[in-house]
């Protein structure tokens, strides 16, 4: 019995972390040559203020990677 519970735990969590979104961070984004507004709308797609201030900081990095 507890096998079987032990086994179906570990599967159950495989499936779960299998079947989360990536997460992206600004310097990532910019590296892939994904546009700042699109990894923003990919990390935060309910949220509109966090996705103002994610892409705000995504172009700040950009552009220090820019060297400009």
Known sequence: MFKKMLLA???AG???AAT???QIG???ASLRG???KEAAKMKYPGDRKMRHAWKKLC????????GG
């Open 59 to 66: 172009k700040a990095n950009w552009a220090l990677h820019q």
């Open 9 to 11: 735990a570990i599967a």
């Open 20 to 22: 989360l979104p990536l």
């Open 34 to 36: 994904l546009p700042c």
């Open 26 to 28: 600004p310097a990532e």
């Open 14 to 16: 495989l499936v779960s």
